[in-house]
Structures are given as C-alpha cells and as structure tokens.
C-alpha cells in the first residue's frame, strides 16, 4: 500500500546573478530605492523592494521575475521578505521600475513587458542611465484594461498615478513629489543638503558678528566721551 505525501514547494530567495551589470546601475537603482524609501517613510502600507523575486503562480517555482525595484500599496514594509509570493500577499505590485543595460534592454522592452503587461502591473517605467539604448531614456507604460499604452510628455519627466514624477537627472532618476513640486533627496544628500545649510547658517552669523563689530568701533570712533571734560 502506497501514501501520498505532499511536497512542500521552495521558492528560492537569489539565483547567484549579480543584482546590476554595472556600479553605475546600482548606483542608479539605489538612488531611487533611497527616494522612495523617504517619500513614503510616513506610511507602513506601501512595500519597496530591489531585486527581489516575485512568484506568481502558487506551486511553481519558474514562475518568478526580479524587477529592479517594485512598489507595492496596500502590503506592510514588514516583516522583511525573501520573496514576494503574490497568493499570499493578495497585491500585484502597482509599478516596476527597470534600469535597461547592454544585457537587459531588448528583455525590458520585450519578454518583461509583456510579463508586466500580462500580470496587470499598472506602471511600468524603463530608464537607460547609460543614455546607450533608449530614445528618451526615461520610457513609461500604462495599462488602459489590459494593454499597455505609453506615457508621454515634453519636457522627459513622467507622471506616475503614485503622487510623484520621474525625472531622468544625469545617471539617476529623481523623484519629485506632485503635490510639493519638491526634489525627494537620498539620505546621503538630505545630509549633504543640511551641511551646506548649517555651513550657511554660520557664514551669515559670523558676517552680522564682523558686522556689529564694525558699528561698536565707529561708534567708538565718533562719540565724543561722557563726563564734563574738567
């Protein structure tokens, strides 16, 4: 007599691949990962994740893709995950940023758009840094029902349905918040940023020193004495 067992399926965390083909790219991508992380920092329903593998299929550990960042509303931040299984979550990430290389580009714009597109992630945005193989640089899709359709606009930044716009700036993409219209800053420029406002604030001190110092020796100068002169 035989007895079934069931088997319990793994869903691998890493592959051994490297996350990005250059520092550049993860430099890129982390740039905005920080942005986001600080944009959202008020909120703990919004997951942000950088390659990590999202299975979509419950019982089928092939079925998996690891965009270069995803946000994910409506998911708590924590507990931190290995993976993001979308059965269990019950949310299809809202957007899926990729950061096109020589070795990526033709799959962003092709094999992983149609995955996007298919699995009804709602934007999907694609930025070359390198400025090597996309014309814009910055290239944004939307699903209307079911099918993508691009995101344009005239001056290369695009609008997402998130609250804020991407912006090719150089090699990264910033981030602005639509309804501020400031800059979202990674924590190292947030620091650098209250450096040079602190550096700032102490040139001024000191020039209104130098300044009250200079008005007590005129006065000095040319007020006569007090008393009766005798």
Known sequence: MTTETSVEIDYPGSDGKPMAETQLHIRS??????????????????????????????????????????????????????????????????????????????K?????????????????????????????????HRLRGRTYRRVFSDDGSLPTELGFRLVPEGTILRMIDVKTGNRILTGSEQAEEETRRAEHEKQRADHLQAEVANLKALLQKYVPPTGNGS
């Not at 992983?112 to 699995?119: A, S």
């Open 108 to 140: 962003d714009l092709g094999k992983k758009f149609n995955r996007y597109e298919k699995l009804g992630v709602k934007e999907y945005f694609i930025f070359d840094p390198e400025g090597l193989y996309l014309v814009p640089t910055l290239q944004g």
């Open 29 to 106: 991508i982390i740039s905005l990962y920080e942005q986001m992380l600080r944009f959202y920092s008020a909120r703990d329903d919004v997951l942000v994740t950088v390659d990590l593998f999202w299975y979509w299929k419950e019982g089928n550990n092939r079925r998996r893709i690891a965009p270069d960042i995803m946000v994910i509303p409506g998911v708590s931040k924590e507990p931190p995950r290995r993976t993001y299984l979308s059965w269990k979550e019950g949310v299809v990430p809202a957007m899926v940023v990729e950061f096109a290389s020589q070795g990526t580009w033709r």
